[in-house]
């Protein structure tokens, strides 16, 4: 079941919502098509979380069945969180949203998550930017590169992501369909901070 929550993360109000509901994912994407006041490159924070499951196979060793859980976008004032493992079917609208050619799609880990999500649902993302990477070439700092999403936050936008994030760290269960407000925050979080870090790195880059 889902629902609607704001954060306030660095001064900003972000509206998060979580859903299976394909009309609440075609609404929220038609949002981020027409936002208020734009002047910039167009960025889209991106991110995935799995649902872990671990099938024995033998004594001796398991199988990793683990799916894409969650998607997670966010346009720097509103995040939506795409249930996946709940949803009838993919919605069109998330399909071709991906796929737009002038939008960048920006995130830590993301060309890995994006394999996932096509090998699980078929979904492509046509414009997938690895901020580290980025950070490393434009900031011309290569440690950069290795770096998580806590070290490039700071590096690129001076936010120290503890401040904010929730305190407890068991956040395992992303494929339940009760999904907690905890869980959405921390999700929240990390995607707006890909947001940031991306729009920081490319309007510095353009």
Known sequence: MGFVETFQLNGVHIKTTVTSRQKDVDDILWSFLRPANYNGPKVIGFDVELSMCEDKVSEEETRDDSECATLHLCNGISCLIVQLCHLDS?????????????????????NHNLVKLEKDYGIRCRNAVELGPLAATLKKLPRLGFCGVDELAFAVNKLDLGNYRP????????????????????????????????????????
């Not at 071709?96 to 880990?109: A, E, H, K, M």
């Not at 940031?196 to 790195?201: H, Q, R, V």
């Open 90 to 110: 993919i919605p069109t609208s998330l399909l071709n949203f991906l796929r737009l050619p002038d939008y960048t799609f920006v995130g830590v880990g993301i």
């Open 167 to 206: 305190l407890t760290t068991l956040y395992k269960n992303w494929g339940q369909s009760n999904f907690g407000k905890k869980l959405a925050k921390l999700a929240t979080v990390n995607v707006y901070s890909y947001y940031m870090i991306g729009n920081t790195l490319l309007s510095a880059g353009s």
